[in-house]
């Protein structure tokens, strides 16, 4: 199998990773699923700004790793044990495989799985230790016990969930992070009700999806803000109601509400973008986190909001999501036409160019890449 593989952090987060080369093409040994495990040939795998903060540091992982977590491929292979899927089946990659046991899963909250969290951590898989091996037997992390930048995965049964072949496969990548994770945060976490107004910072393809996803709650103001006007277009076709800079958000927010918005979607990954949403909120509104700051950025806000005025902050992983069933009404939507997911699409590379697409993707050139392995 081929793999992309981050052996060690370009020094500096050195750019243009087309000129650094942080990740390499690697021949590896094709590991055997084992009991509960699953062996799946990747078709499209999807680049995210999650993959990106490995690679610059504001994710921290352990080393050397195959990157990637979004994708859509086929089952090649089963482990003693799993049988609700079939060799063949079309399945898309979650990359949070929740256990069913934990607190989180028994309270309903998979995204949140205790033991995922450990073993995505530790570079491991669900149901046992690293399966990659590099050419001198040396350990492969999984990463997000997914590892889709590869012509070949093995993950846990529990990160995959089927999907019905009318999907194309170039939308059906898209649904294992940024939808999940987009248009959860506006209909699990936030709990948007019809009507109600929104504001999203950040226009990467999960902002993109939480615009989306207000749609379908009927949100009735969507203010889509990024400082990349270039993503402004792309926000009205995904159905903002106004666009506009970080400059612009309060004007456009007094002019669509008069006194605030009723949720505020934070996916720019930035610590003062945090601060920034609570101060358009209305009284009782709520923020809800879904960027990835780097781990050492800090808060500080006016305390006086939460108490005084009601408002909420809350983090979001994974939109709260529980993979299987938001997928099938993800994909019911899309049906109806009423979730243009294609829209994320930007455009489809090889594998082999995966640092010319971290370029893209950290400039802000492109929405969602498409690679083939």
Excluded at 339 to 363: G, K, M, S
């Amino acid at each position: 199998m081929r793999a992309a593989i981050l052996r060690e952090l370009p020094a500096g987060g050195t750019v243009p990773y087309s000129d650094s080369r942080p990740l390499a093409i690697e021949e590896l040994a094709t590991p055997h699923p084992r009991a509960g495990e699953v062996g799946v040939d990747i078709t499209f795998s999807s680049l995210c700004h999650s993959d990106l903060s490995v690679i610059n540091g504001s994710r921290p992982r352990p080393l050397p790793m195959a990157l990637g977590h979004e994708a859509v491929g086929r089952v090649a292979s089963l482990g003693e044990g799993v049988t609700h899927l079939q060799v063949g089946a079309k399945v898309v990659l979650v990359f949070v495989p929740s256990c069913g046991d934990c607190r989180a899963c028994a309270a309903g909250r998979p995204a949140l799985c205790h033991r995922a969290a450990v073993s995505n951590t530790d570079g491991d898989l669900l149901h046992g230790p690293a399966l990659l091996r590099g050419p001198r037997r040396e350990r492969i992390n999984h990463h997000l016990g997914v590892s889709a930048f590869a012509s070949h995965a093995v993950v846990a049964a529990e990160s995959l969930v089927p999907i019905d072949e009318d999907v194309p496969d170039e939308v059906a990548a898209m649904f294992g992070c940024a939808v999940l994770t987009g248009i959860g945060a506006i209909r699990h976490t936030a709990q948007l009700a019809a009507g109600q107004s929104v504001i999203v910072y950040g226009l990467g393809a999960v902002g993109l999806a939480a615009v989306m996803g207000a749609v379908l709650q009927g949100a009735g103001s969507i203010i889509a803000i990024d400082p990349n006007t270039d993503k402004h277009a792309l926000a009205l076709a995904c159905g903002a109601t106004a666009v506009g800079t970080p400059e612009q958000a309060r004007a456009l927010v007094a002019e669509a509400t008069g006194d605030g918005v009723d949720v505020a979607i934070e996916a720019s990954g930035s610590a003062a973008v945090i601060g920034e949403a609570l101060g358009v909120l209305t009284r009782g509104g709520a923020v809800v986190c879904v960027g990835l700051p780097h781990p050492e950025a800090q808060l500080t806000v006016p305390a006086l909001g939460f108490a005084g005025a009601g408002k909420r902050l809350l983090g979001s992983y994974m939109g709260d999501a529980r993979p299987a069933e938001d997928i099938a009404f993800f994909v019911q939507a899309w049906r109806e036409g009423r979730l243009p997911v294609h829209l994320l699409h930007t455009d489809t590379r090889p594998l082999d160019q995966i640092n010319e697409a971290l370029d893209a993707l950290a400039e802000g050139r492109v929405i969602r890449r498409l690679l083939v392995p």
